[in-house]
């Protein structure tokens, strides 16, 4: 069918008493021989909605572009259900509530905005969406707290359930715990019965390959290889204790009177606590916090859990000993929430002490106590306590680096971690996704927790993983861009076996044949376009997001050769932070220099450096770039995007420098979405220096 473009200006909401529609209009019909252009007082309302949808019924209108409102909002309003393609153009945000109305450099913004919009359109074609046949079954790896909980609530909801345990039994250390056996192995008795729950004890992953809604998973289990295929996988394969025998400055190994909080776990499960030198009732117990956790030199983090632990483990003590001494040396206390309720009931017993301080040695006394000494207590002065039994609050290590999933991934067969070995995610939006899609960690392999937040973390799991199953089987993406049905097609013909985009590509969805073409897991992408930003040769296009897209973007902005006053920057922008950070300084009206013109990348990783070049190849003066925060803590929807756009620049800085052009033209900045306030100043301070630097010495070439 041959496109037809209908152009759609609303004058509502301020765009009209700040912009000429009439010279919008022409901007349409003239330079872009829209059939059909309509200007109405309030787009979005039922009679303006009907308007497009009549034009795309009986107009043929293949195309069309709504200048109204950010593409953020009104999305029900102007999700059209027809086929055609809807291309959003923000006057409202982006133009007339950040500018002055009436305004000659106010009304060129608007005119190069829709000019950009149509031109953007007009690359774009409509999706065929991916139709694979999908698995829903939900593979859990891990048969304790977290894992059996997720199989049960995945279970519930009516999927099956693939649990794979490596030990004989289902439970994990849940049935060491004198707290917790006995609801566990009701838990395991109803996990073992469930008829949609089918179990592998004894059970290994041998590999993964495939992708969400298609994993083929190798398992060793007890009577040989099996393989079975699932839609998405639950990691549950919670921790390890910390390695005790690094803790000898805190006694451990001097005797056996220092147990860790695991080791005495054990010895209430098995009755009245003991004392290991002499097998008599313990009479005196001190515990040390923190042993070896927020600590540089073992573990960096608090394993959260064993400050709770410890309160519930001096309960046991007092059930058998109710005139026990217990002493607890701790950094902080940390009972978040009504945990805090529990402290206060443990610290009211007159028996109980606890002080924060630094325990500076633990030996054994004459008497065959342990005498431990403790500096900068809460009375300034250094004490000394004899005990039965010193206990060491040792932290959680995630059970998930080490041959685990075995993925037959290019890039690697575990999940990427972060640098104390629990699995990369964005902590703050989205926790758990890893980098691997349809796969999600849960519980203390995740984060430290304790058994309460690890049954939570297990739904949240069970639901994420659901999720991937039913978007794979709509082929649709997964967050960030959940819902989203374009993914990347590779020209292959023309691709040089780089490798470039296999590499970079953060969430391993892409193979590579024996030669180094990728082979693309479509499934396993989140459509960011790093590979499209990635690739030298620009053979990487959506059908809604390409090289060439942007391209003819950049090239519609009306570039002024005549007038030195008339200055042009180009902003490539991430949509995830930027792009709404800038739709919020438009909702508070702040102004910011009318020259900047904006474009929304899905990811400033998917910038290729070609638009750069193109830019300032046509006269733009400058080029901001403004991206999630990166390095240790960072914000990027993609985990990697603006960092890899950093390191792309430099290559471009010192072509500009080659070209002789000032480095300064080009300027990435990293900017959270809570920082909104700062971008009207950072646009205005980039756009100074350019004028400064003066029009760019390639306008007009
Ligand atoms: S769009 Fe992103 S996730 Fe998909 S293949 Fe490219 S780099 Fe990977
Ligand atoms: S980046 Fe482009 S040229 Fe390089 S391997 Fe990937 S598709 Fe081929």
Not at 21 to 49: D, F, N, Q, W
Not at 559 to 577: F, G, K, M, T
Not at 652 to 679: G, H
Request: glycine share 8%; hydrophobic share 40%; aromatic share 6%.
């Amino acid at each position: 069918m041959p496109n037809k473009l209908g152009v759609y200006i609303c004058t509502g909401c301020g765009i009209g008493e700040a912009l000429d529609a009439s010279k919008l209009a022409k901007v349409a019909v003239s330079e872009y021989k829209a059939p059909v252009c309509r200007t109405h007082a309030a787009l979005c309302g039922a009679e303006g909605c009907g308007l497009v949808r009549q034009d795309m019924t009986q107009a043929g209108v293949t195309t069309a572009v709504v200048a109204a409102c950010s593409p953020r909002f009104k999305a029900e309003a102007f999700n059209f259900n027809h086929g055609s393609v809807v291309e959003r153009v923000n006057l409202r945000e982006h133009v007339a509530w950040c500018h002055k109305p009436k305004d000659e450099s106010t009304q060129m913004l608007g005119e190069d905005y829709l000019r950009m919009g149509i031109a953007r359109a007009l690359k774009t074609e409509p999706v065929q969406v991916l139709a694979e046949v999908i698995s829903r079954a939900v593979l859990v790896i891990g048969g304790g707290i977290t894992g059996i909980t997720a199989a049960l609530e995945a279970a519930a909801a009516g999927y099956d359930v693939i649990l794979v345990e490596k030990e004989e039994h289902l439970g994990g250390r849940a049935l060491l715990s004198r707290r917790q056996a006995q609801q566990m192995e009701e838990r395991v008795e109803t996990a073992l019965y469930h008829p949609r729950i089918r179990t592998f004890c004894s059970s290994q992953v041998l590999k993964i390959q495939g992708q969400p809604g298609m994993f083929d998973v190798t398992l060793q289990t007890a009577s040989g290889e099996q393989t079975v295929r699932a839609g998405a996988i639950v990691v549950a394969t919670g921790w390890k204790p910390y390695d005790a025998s690094r803790l000898a400055h805190l006694g451990y190994g001097i005797s056996p009177d220092v147990v860790t909080n695991v080791e005495l776990e054990r010895m209430a499960g098995d009755g009245p606590i003991l004392r290991p030198s002499t097998k008599q009732p313990v009479a005196s117990v001190l515990f040390i916090q923190c042993a070896g956790s927020r600590d540089k030199d073992h573990l960096p983090y608090c394993s959260s859990a064993c400050c709770m632990g410890t309160l519930q483990q001096i309960g046991y003590l007092r059930q058998q000993d109710p005139e026990a001494p217990v002493y607890v040396i701790y950094k902080d206390m940390r009972t978040p929430g009504q945990y805090e309720r529990v402290y206060r009931q443990v610290q009211d017993h007159p028996m109980n002490f606890f002080t924060k301080g630094d325990v500076t040695s633990v030996k054994v006394w004459q008497d065959g106590r342990m005498a431990v000494t403790i500096d900068h207590t809460l009375l300034g002065e250094s004490i000394t306590v004899c005990v039965d039994l010193v206990v060491l609050a040792t932290g959680m290590v995630p059970n998930g680096a080490e041959q685990i999933l075995n993925l037959a991934y290019r890039q690697g067969p575990e999940l990427p971690v972060l640098q104390d070995g629990f699995p990369d995610s964005h902590f703050v939006c989205f926790p758990y996704e890893t980098r691997r899609t349809g796969i999600y960690a849960a519980g203390a392999v995740r984060a430290p927790m304790d058994e309460a937040h690890a049954r939570e973390d297990a739904m949240g799991a069970a639901l994420k993983a659901i999720q991937s199953v039913e978007l794979a089987t709509r082929g649709q993406a997964v967050h960030p861009r959940g819902g989203d049905t374009s993914y990347p097609s590779f020209f292959l013909q023309r691709c040089t076996q780089c490798k470039r985009c296999t590499e970079e590509c953060p969430f391993g969805a892409l193979d590579e044949d024996v030669k180094g073409t990728p082979k693309p897991n479509l499934y396993r992408c989140r459509r960011c376009g790093i590979c499209l930003g990635a690739c030298p040769e620009r053979i990487i296009s959506f059908k809604n997001y390409s090289v060439d897209m942007i391209a003819s973007m950049i090239k519609a902005i009306d570039v002024p050769e005549d007038d030195e006053e008339q200055l042009r920057i180009l902003a490539l922008v991430c949509e995830n932070d930027a792009y709404p950070a800038l739709d919020i300084a438009g909702l508070k009206r702040r102004q910011y220099d009318p020259i900047v013109r904006v474009i929304p990348l899905r990811c400033l990783g998917s910038l290729n450096i070609v638009w750069i070049a193109d830019a300032l190849s046509r006269g733009i003066d400058g080029v901001i770039l403004v991206g999630c925060k990166y390095g240790d803590d960072y914000q990027c929807h993609f985990t990697k995007g603006s960092e890899l756009a950093s390191r792309r620049l430099d290559n471009v800085k010192e072509t500009l420098q080659r070209l002789q052009l000032e480095p300064e033209r080009l300027q990435l900045t990293q900017l959270a979405i809570n920082e909104w306030d700062k971008l009207p100043a950072l646009f205005d301070g980039f756009a100074q220096r350019i004028k400064e630097l003066g029009p760019n010495p390639y306008k007009g070439f």
